[in-house]
């Protein structure tokens, strides 16, 4: 495999940044602790032929774009709008839905930024619950579905997540994932 000369990444969750550093270092790669506030990348303007993302909360498109050396390639994955709305809504209560213009906002904020898109894909898949308990865990791990989740706040709505999960065997909500490709000129 053939290793580029210049590996780096960022990191703005701390209990992942030994991890990725780990995982990097047999590449020569350096995983730099970010706060992720305001998107900033610590590296120098075109730096880089290859930038990607995946999951990020909110990718920086135009610190990705100057980052990049003309001809550089953007990939990134992002969890595109409404991504286990079922559930999340189900717990909630409804909430604000502008899902439709997602793709068009994510392919304009890209161009804004300075690139071209080549590709944007965006896909819908099953996610489905078998118990409580892994939606617990689901819960507690990926924050951002129910922001204020705990157990005893959400006592009521689980008990109910219960009924239904014995009622129909599993609780099925669809995760979104949106792929960008694109191409600094």
């Given at each position: ?59 920086p ?18 969890v595109?709008?409404g ?10 209560g409804?909430?604000a839905?502008?899902d ?31 118990d409580?308990?892994?939606?617990v ?13 705990t ?22 909500c669809?995760?979104?994932?949106t792929?960008v490709?694109a191409?600094?000129?």
């Amino acid at each position: 495999m053939r290793v580029p000369g210049v590996v780096r990444a960022t990191e703005a969750w701390a209990p992942n940044h030994s991890l990725a550093s780990a995982a990097l270092r047999p590449y020569g790669g350096v995983v730099h602790l970010v706060d992720g506030g305001d998107g900033a990348l610590p590296f120098d303007d075109g730096t880089f032929d290859l930038v990607t993302g995946r999951h990020p909360v909110a990718f920086p498109y135009r610190e990705a774009a100057r980052v990049l050396a003309p001809g550089g390639r953007l990939l990134v994955q992002e969890v595109g709008a409404g991504s286990n709305r079922e559930l999340y809504e189900f717990l909630m209560g409804p909430q604000a839905n502008d899902d439709d213009a997602y793709v068009d906002r994510l392919r304009a904020r890209v161009a804004d930024a300075g690139l071209d898109v080549v590709d944007l894909r965006d896909a819908r898949t099953r996610v489905e619950f078998f118990d409580v308990a892994a939606v617990v865990h689901f819960l507690r791990k990926v924050l951002w579905t129910v922001p204020d989740f705990t157990v005893d706040r959400y006592r009521d709505r689980l008990r109910a997540l219960y009924d239904h999960i014995a009622e129909h065997g599993s609780f099925v909500c669809h995760s979104r994932r949106t792929l960008v490709e694109a191409r600094k000129a």
